[in-house]
């Protein structure tokens, strides 16, 4: 299954390896194998090469791109209609429900590498908002590993947008935010979650690049490590990751120290 590509380009893809199919342990599976119902199954297409721009000049990354086989199912159906009623140029409608996640890898990874599992952020991570430390916290992490003798891994969540509730829902926050309430006091306004991401795909990915051999992950926040341990991911080194702190989102990050997060004042001092 590799939804709405030319079948010959999908099957050139898999004799030369670059689109493979993993399951929940992270074990490559055969490519055209059906799925059981209720079967996690991942689709990686990759390596591929990229250069990309770092706080310390340009470096070459081996991007994969990573989607769930049961979401890619609903677009090749949806793509199948649009075909079927020559809608083509309804394409750009299968963007919406295909969450893409990304892994980086960085250097060549060796034993206890450095790894990044980044909630995507377009406001932090593309804008370059100073509401949060996203965006600060993703270029240091590239740049980080990429300095590291043992390399490593970003792996970036598409779907984890305001910790999981989406743009649009984030975006209402931010006015509730701007009424007095914190970022998480925002979320319960709306009748939201405090954070509902979702990290199955983070381990599984991580139990296919990495093993289960130790690992350096870069994060202040123990929920991640907890939500990665209950997926079989255990072998797991916390080091802190403190990056962009200023005056706009220090009341954002004294809300994330409040729920758990393990920030130190001077980590969050401006």
Known sequence: MFTYLDPTIRSRLIKEEKLIRIDYEGKQLDAEAPQAPGEIIINLLGPIPMPIDTLEGRIVVQWYAAVRSTELQQVEALANKLTSEGGQHLFSSLVSPLAVNSVLVIGEPKDEPLVRVHSNCLTGDVFGSQ???????????????????????????????????????????????????????ANRSLGLPDDSRDFTD?????????????????????????????????????????????????????????????????????
Not at 156 to 176: F, S
Not at 238 to 264: F, P, S
Request: proline letters at 3%; aromatic letters at 8%.
């Open 131 to 185: 509401r949060c430390d996203c965006g600060p916290q993703l270029a240091n992490a590239i740049a980080r590993i990429n300095g590291d003798p043992a390399g490593g891994y970003i792996v970036y969540m598409a779907g984890h947008e305001g910790r999981g509730i989406g743009l649009w829902a984030k975006a209402a926050t931010y006015l509730l935010q701007d009424a007095g309430e914190n970022t998480y006091q």
């Open 202 to 270: 983070a381990a599984v990915l991580l139990k296919h690049f990495v093993g289960q051999k130790p690992f350096r992950l870069l994060t202040n926040n123990p929920k991640k490590l907890e939500d990665l341990a209950a997926h079989g991911v255990k072998t797991v080194i916390q080091e802190k990751h403190v990056h962009g702190v200023v005056d706009t989102n220090r009341n954002y990050l004294e809300a994330k120290r409040g729920w758990g997060h393990v920030l130190q004042d001077d980590d969050i001092k401006v």
